[in-house]
């Protein structure tokens, strides 16, 4: 590596995940060592209807460059039916997003069971993969900036 | 107008209703505002014309807790608003006698003056007698006219139709304005590339003084105390700085009311920088009739919120990207 | 009701009787077969390296060439459908492939697999309708046992070719129920020929025919069909006494009454 | 890294194939239909890449005997698809070495009226550069 | 201002090989609110716990971070630590710094990188954590089992006997399930029936159980000890009170023709009928679809051959709602549809079967009386080959990626068993791998081997190619010898695939119990907790949660009904205290949470309220925190952000957020 190269791009990754799927398929991706980048870090909720879209544009302001939410798949919610809110609440806050000019790269919803250890690790690798393609994010923390 | 205030005199009168909620004249011509009259002579002050382009819906909040039923005039865009609010038990039906106002489309004074038109002393034409589709407006430079629907604001071009969602009675003659596609600027923004979209509503954005009307002024925006104000979410607003709500206000306002905007389009109307949030809450609109199927808030008050409704096969958030 | 229609090179020379006759047919069953301009051989068997594309990119024009017609794409001979078909799907899922072979195509819009690829046989089940092909017939084959020989290309990968159960399809034996005759169902239908191996190595092809036909045979089969002018270059060339092999649109002409018109033309 | 390696290695992204995914069933080697033909059997070239033993794989005779019939691909139970290997191995072949399975001069006698193009487009595909 | 204490487990050098414990306790210390920060060993052990306890004792902490392995594992010790130490239990939080960090990162700086933040987060957390108080809520004294198997029937022997009231819902005409089909089993060849229809009479006889018959779990409601479950019994057609089960109407039924489905459509049955002799209820049901009566109206035969006068046409089918404290899901297992594995020849020659039919034709009460013969000729086979692994460990989407783990065996079995009844039939098994890990597995198998003369060959069957003189020519690979085989056979028996019975997906949402892409319910934990579902008051028995055979079956149906005892001992639960909560100053009563609160925990009151000085009466949300489990739907829905859910708050969640991006 040559002296001027720029440091290396860590990207701030922000996950939400249910605490009955898959946060246990996060934790069976652990135990099953099935590594993905350190970038990522989890945050509990009981429900992936917990997720409120204000979570997810915290992060983003706070300097996140990717926020992914998964939950248990639909059908097989804990709590029978907050998948399906959650699925609809994100589809219309990630159009917002790209709609405002924010990658759509950098959101994501994946539904992971307690049993889906290799997805949870999968996912993260892809998504982590993706995020360092488009790169840092400057737009969300940057929208109102008066040039 | 004259039948207008005729009528709540009457109503004024046999006790119907202990107060009118409509329009008063304002300092200038093109400016009435929404004004509460409880008595006959009061009502001198009322008007009812092209100007008159406050929703007075909301204002039914603060009005159902009053004694006695009050009389508001609503337009057929109004009554959405209204049936909305009735949804989610703001306001008290049994306090409300609603009178459908006629609507031939309402005037926005800023087209008025993006067409050269300055110094403006009279405007006639606004009125709801006036049949000419021309105004005439007289400026310290002289008089100067344009037609009336190039004057309208412009929600009346993408008007929801003439019908009164509802009402106890009917006043006046309403018309069918609209002449433009609701979702053609919504479209057209989704059809940009990311750096273009973004560059977009960073330059509309960056106007905002976060004055809070267009808050104050939605129908929808009608919490108590507005997240924006509470510490539940650590996001209260202190100094105008460089933070969380400052950036995400608009977003999350529009998030908010998702699936609860009737589209009324106030928020547009009032922004004193003409930043067109309408934009904002079209895109929901727009996402949620193609996404879980047509849905107009405050057109069936029974109807479930799309927000809190859902089928088993509701599109997955990939489609944000499928789509492209 | 208008295909387009890529017929490929064996159908303009040796195999001409599967491609006449199945005009003919489709005039008489109410579609037309409009032949995309200029098209080149498809290389008869798909490249399968994924870092194939230029071979790739004959099918890819007559792909895109159907696109712009607004038109289904049409093919007869099972190896130019194989190759097609597949090359569709490389373009429709296969990120890398489509980006270069777009870079080469130079198209005025990229082509991304919009072109449905339908062989003949599946228009006739599932555009026309074999019940309609079967109102159709006019000289139904009535007595006549007739085993469909498959072949591989048609049938596999099926995930792929879609075109039915890869090891027990059905297709042509509705086919030839609808033109009166009675199917004969044997196990190798849908085992290989020996393909282009008959090139260099005429006795190993001649022993898969030989089982092909021992067992169709057995089964009681009179004649076989095929879509495959290859399967019917090996099927008789490397049997002796075995079986006549049709192809399957002369048959369909015959039951159309259409053959003969054909034939004088 | 070795030059097997690296073929084994291309050989892996020509197809597209994983041979660590069998599991030695042997239903390709049951299916294959040119199995007598073969020196090397199909499932025994999936261990061969799998090893990166290329150069015993570049010289077996096998590489032209498979029919592309796909019947191993259509019936792997572990998606291995050792039909794509082979192809795969071919294509090293007659990529790197320029070698020819099928020369040209030969093609005259090779030829009878009856024998379809098709037949020999095939066969130039999968034989030649 | 909290003080919070942090404690950093080693777990032994599962965390610390791979994560700076020393640095992670020191860059705590860092953090507002904390006052105290260790390491230690093992975090869970009653000498970490005490360290924990010592320093809340001592150094008067508010709050506890520990930094260790899942909250799924020890996130209650360590609440009951705090507990002993006086402290609220809900002050304590876990940073997941094993399976979220140290087993899935190898570079050491890294993941202790990562450690920090997540412990940071839980800090930020903690820093706004309340205490909270759980709840009570009372145990129904009653289980349901749903399945009547050998599973479903032994759990509930098991539950009864402790003296609790049992339900058992079976969707068939009788209890038994599919060891009932069998003929004889592993590894000491009893009589399957033999052994399991004592238990089928235990069952019906126990005054405590009560058995639903031909009929389904219709809809799931409540929660852990509480749960209410609408049962659909299916009209029979047939009086239980007044039939006597002397089998006159199915002698006399005109309608034989439909395939009788406990023989696996091998043979017929009449329209009105009990899957098999040894049925229990000994009642019959009318099959609609079959019968005369209901399909032209006329006949009525079986009305008036019955001496009883039990048949009645008119029945319907009947609701029952009931009260339960735990659910036992039995559910079983059905062999997968053969339709992707065609090159077998399943659907176009009769005389290739699947074991289970196998099984069938062997049994003295199957559709050949228990001679081994061919289905197409009724010819008794000379050469048989029996298939192993159709449809397991694939990787492709036609099959299943496990092994369905009891063919080796069974087939092991059926050879041994042609062999010894009718010593002139060769058998021939294609094998992948012999699995055989059980006691007295490997002996059995060696025995059919070397005792009975069963060939077998290492190597798949890639196409069973049907001849024209009726024989079946099976080509395989024979690995070990390096060459293709190709053998004519007789019959050929291909070991299929096992998968959960159809409908169990159905069941697990109604029980809003987590599944797996298999179709197999989870258990809480895969080793620990491998008879409980993570859903509290869902216990699993038998196949439904994966491939097992009887003895194992038996077994962990004893050890689900154990569970559900535990839990029916219990007078009262304690309730989850993390739930939702409505700030009353900011509600604005709109009803929008009540929408989508899958519990109806949500009502509204009409309420004096003091804001700031004005008194009015509003309408506002009242959540009842007996039947709210905290999802948190409400809270994000709600648009003025007064529903927040205690436990998990609006502010709690955007600390951690900001705490990670920082």
């Known amino acids: 590596m040559s002296i001027e190269a720029k440091e290396e791009f860590r990207p701030k990754i922000v996950a939400f995940c249910c605490n009955w799927c898959s946060y246990a398929g996060a934790d069976l991706a652990g135990s099953s060592r099935l590594g993905y980048p350190a970038d990522v870090k989890i945050i509990r909720v009981p429900c992936s209807c917990r997720v409120n879209p204000m979570f997810i544009l915290r992060a983003f302001e706070k300097g996140a460059d990717g926020v992914i939410m998964c939950g248990c798949h639909p059908g097989d919610c804990h709590y029978s039916t907050g998948n399906y809110y959650a699925r609809r609440r994100m589809t219309l806050l990630f159009s917002m997003l790209d709609y405002i000019g924010v990658e759509n790269g950098r959101t994501r919803v994946e539904w992971v069971s307690a049993a889906e250890g290799v997805k949870f690790s999968t996912t993260m690798n892809e998504f982590v993969e993706k995020i360092h393609s488009l790169g840092k994010n400057v737009r969300l923390g940057d929208l109102r900036c008066r040039n | 107008m004259q039948e207008l205030i005729k009528r709540a005199k009457e109503l004024l009168e046999n006790g119907t209703v202990a107060r009118v909620l409509g329009w008063k004249a304002g300092d200038l011509p093109y400016n009435p505002e929404p004004a509460y009259f409880d008595s006959t002579e009061s009502l001198a002050d009322f008007v009812y014309n092209g100007f008159c382009g406050a929703n007075l819906s909301k204002y039914m909040i603060e009005a159902s807790k009053l004694e006695g039923k009050t009389l508001v005039c609503l337009k057929p865009c109004d009554t959405y608003s209204f049936n909305q609010l009735l949804k989610e038990h703001r306001i008290d039906r049994d306090k409300a006698y609603v009178i459908g106002v006629g609507c031939k489309g309402k005037l926005d004074i800023e087209r008025i003056r993006k067409m050269g038109i300055k110094g403006i002393e009279q405007i006639s034409g606004a009125e709801m007698e006036d049949e000419a589709d021309t105004l005439t407006v007289s400026t310290i430079y002289g008089e100067k006219s344009c037609k009336y629907a190039d004057a309208m604001l412009e929600r009346c071009h993408v008007c929801k139709g003439k019908e009164h969602q509802v009402y106890d009675e009917l006043i006046g003659e309403s018309k069918e304005t609209k002449d433009a596609d609701r979702f053609a600027e919504v479209a057209r923004i989704e059809t940009m590339t990311p750096e273009e979209k973004f560059a977009f509503f960073q330059k509309e954005l960056s106007k905002c003084i976060r004055c809070n009307a267009c808050r104050n002024v939605c129908p929808a925006c009608s919490c108590r105390k507005c997240v924006f104000d509470s510490n539940k979410f650590d996001s209260a607003q202190k100094a105008n700085v460089d933070s969380f709500e400052e950036k995400m206000f608009h977003i999350i306002r529009a998030f908010h009311v998702a699936g609860r905007c009737t589209d009324c389009g106030e928020c547009s109307r009032v922004c004193p920088q003409g930043i067109p949030l309408h934009l904002f809450n079209r895109k929901f609109i727009k996402d949620i009739d193609e996404f879980y199927g047509e849905y107009q808030a405050g057109m069936d008050i029974n109807a479930q919120s799309p927000l809190t409704d859902f089928t088993f096969d509701d599109v997955e958030p990939g489609i944000v990207g499928e789509r492209g | 009701m208008k295909y387009s229609y890529y017929p490929g090179c064996t159908l303009k020379n040796k195999a001409k009787a599967l491609d006449v006759y199945a005009r003919a047919s489709a005039k008489a069953l109410g579609f037309e077969l409009e032949e995309i301009k200029d098209w080149q051989c498809c290389g008869g068997v798909y490249p399968l390296g994924s870092d194939e594309i230029a071979t790739k990119l004959s099918s890819v024009r007559a792909l895109n060439d159907a696109k712009e017609k607004q038109q289904d794409l049409v093919t007869l001979c099972s190896a130019c459908h194989h190759v097609i078909k597949r090359v569709n799907d490389d373009m429709k899922h296969v990120e890398d492939i489509r980006t270069r072979a777009n870079n080469y195509m130079k198209l005025d819009e990229p082509y991304a697999g919009e072109t449905t690829v339908l062989h003949f046989l599946e228009v006739l089940r599932d555009r026309v309708g074999f019940d309609k092909v079967k109102e159709k017939v006019k000289n139904p084959l009535t007595g006549k046992k007739i085993g469909a020989y498959y072949g591989c290309l048609l049938l596999r990968p099926g995930k792929i070719l879609e075109f039915d159960n890869p090891e027990n399809p059905k297709i042509m034996e509705d086919f030839i129920r609808a033109l009166g005759a009675e199917p004969v169902i044997y196990p190798y239908r849908n085992e290989c020929c020996g393909g282009y191996i008959s090139l260099k190595e005429k006795e190993m092809s001649g022993n898969m025919c030989n089982k092909i036909m021992e067992s169709a045979e057995g089964f009681g089969a009179d004649l076989l069909i095929t879509a495959c002018p290859l399967c019917l270059y090996n099927l008789n060339a490397s049997t002796q006494e075995g079986l006549p092999v049709y192809y399957f649109t002369e048959l369909l002409a015959e039951a159309l009454g259409v053959k003969e018109e054909v034939e004088e033309a | ?129 | 201002m909290q003080r919070i204490g942090v404690f950093v487990c080693h777990c032994g050098s599962n965390i610390a090989a791979t994560v700076d414990v020393k640095k992670v306790a020191e860059m705590a210390l860092l953090e507002p609110g904390v006052v105290h920060a260790e390491d230690y060993q093992y975090m869970c052990s009653e000498a970490g716990q005490e360290k924990i306890i010592e320093a809340i004792r001592e150094k008067n902490l508010t709050g506890v971070v520990v930094c260790s392995c899942s909250p799924r594992m020890h996130e209650t010790t360590f609440r009951k630590a705090a507990e002993k130490a006086g402290l609220n239990p809900y002050m304590v939080e876990i940073a997941n710094i094993r399976e979220h960090c140290s087993w899935i990162h190898k570079d050491m700086e890294e993941a202790t990188k990562k450690a920090v933040i997540l412990t940071r987060a839980a800090i930020a957390k903690v820093n706004l954590n309340t205490p909270l108080k759980p709840g009570e809520s009372r145990v129904t004294k009653r289980a349901l089992v749903i399945g009547g198997g050998i599973a479903g029937i032994q759990t509930a022997l098991d539950i009864a006997d402790a003296g609790y009231e049992v339900d058992i819902v079976e969707r068939e005409p009788s209890i038994g399930g599919r060891m009932s089909q069998l003929d004889k089993t592993f590894p000491t060849l009893d009589c399957s029936a033999c052994i399991l229809t004592p238990k089928m009479v235990e069952a019906s006889a126990h005054e405590k159980i009560n058995i639903y018959t031909y009929s389904e779990v219709e809809k799931v409601s409540g929660f852990v000890g509480d749960f209410t479950v609408d049962i659909r019994k299916k009209a029979r057609y047939v009086d239980m009170d007044k039939c006597t089960g002397c089998g006159v109407c199915q002698e006399k039924c005109p309608s034989k023709k439909a395939p009788s489905e406990f023989n696996r459509g091998l043979n017929t049955r009449s329209a009105i009928y009990t899957p098999f002799a040894q049925a229990i209820p000994n009642v019959p049901v009318i099959d609609t679809n079959s019968c005369i009566k209901f399909k032209t109206g006329k006949c009525g035969v079986c009305s008036k051959v019955c001496q009883a006068g039990a048949i009645d046409y008119t029945q319907k089918d009947e609701i029952v709602s009931q009260k339960y404290g735990a659910i036992v899901v039995a559910t079983g297992f059905d062999t997968i549809k053969l339709d992707n594995y065609d090159e077998y020849a399943y659907s176009q020659s009769k005389d290739v079967i699947t074991s289970l039919e196998l099984e069938r034709i062997m049994n003295a009460a199957g559709p050949t009386k228990g001679h081994l013969e061919r289905l197409s000729d009724g010819k008794a086979p000379k050469e048989m080959v029996f298939i192993q692994c159709v449809g397991s460990r694939c990787a492709d989407d036609r099959g299943k990626p496990y092994c369905s783990k009891i063919c080796c065996m069974y087939t092991a079995k059926h050879a041994m068993l042609i062999r010894d009844k009718y010593p002139d039939v060769n058998v021939t098994v294609f094998y992948i791998d012999v699995r055989t890990p059980g006691k007295n597995f490997d002996e059995f198998y060696r025995r059919a081997v070397e005792q009975y003369g069963v060939n077998y060959i290492k190597g798949q069957v890639g196409k069973v190619i049907p001849q024209p003189n009726g024989k079946l020519l099976v080509q395989g690979s024979d690995l070990l010898d390096n060459r293709q085989i190709l053998k004519e056979a007789d019959m050929v028996v291909l070991a299929t695939a096992i998968e959960p019975n159809e409908g169990v997906r159905k069941i697990a949402t109604m029980l809003t119990a987590s599944i797996d892409t298999n179709n197999f319910l989870t258990e809480a934990h895969a080793k620990l907790r491998p008879v409980e579902s993570p859903t509290a008051g869902i216990f699993l028995s038998g196949v439904c949660q994966g491939p097992k055979d009887i003895p194992e079956t038996v077994a962990q149906a004893g050890a689900a009904a154990v569970k559900a005892i535990g839990l029916l001992a219990k007078d009262k639960l304690l309730t989850n205290p993390c739930t939702a909560q409505s700030d009353e100053l900011l509600c604005n009563g709109c009803s929008t949470c009540a929408n989508v609160c899958p519990y109806g925990a949500i009502s509204y009151e009409e309420k004096e309220i003091n804001d700031h000085g004005i008194r009015e009466t509003r309408r506002i949300a009242v959540v009842n925190s007996a039947l709210c489990q905290g999802c948190g739907a409400c809270t994000v829905t709600c648009p003025s952000g007064a529903m927040d859910l205690q436990g998990f708050s609006n502010r709690q969640i955007l600390a951690e957020v900001d705490a990670i991006c920082r």
Not at chain 4, 7 to 28: T, V
Not at chain 4, 81 to 96: E, F, H, T, W, Y
């Open chain 4, 1 to 129: 890294m070795s030059k097997e390696k690296k073929q084994a290695e291309l050989i892996r992204e020509i197809s597209g194939a994983n041979p660590l995914k069998c599991m030695k069933c042997g239903k390709c080697s049951a299916t294959c239909p040119a199995y007598a033909e073969m020196d090397i059997k199909p499932h025994q070239f999936v261990s061969y890449v799998a090893n990166e033993d290329i150069e015993a794989l570049v010289q077996s005779k096998s590489l032209w005997k498979c029919l592309s019939c796909f019947a191993c691909v259509e019936r792997c139970p572990r998606d291995v698809q050792p039909g794509k290997l082979i192809d795969a191995a071919r294509q090293v072949v007659v990529r790197q070495r320029g070698e020819n399975y099928l020369k040209a001069d030969e093609i005259p006698e090779l030829l009878d009226p009856e024998l379809p193009q098709q037949l020999l487009v095939s066969a130039f595909r999968r034989y030649r550069r």
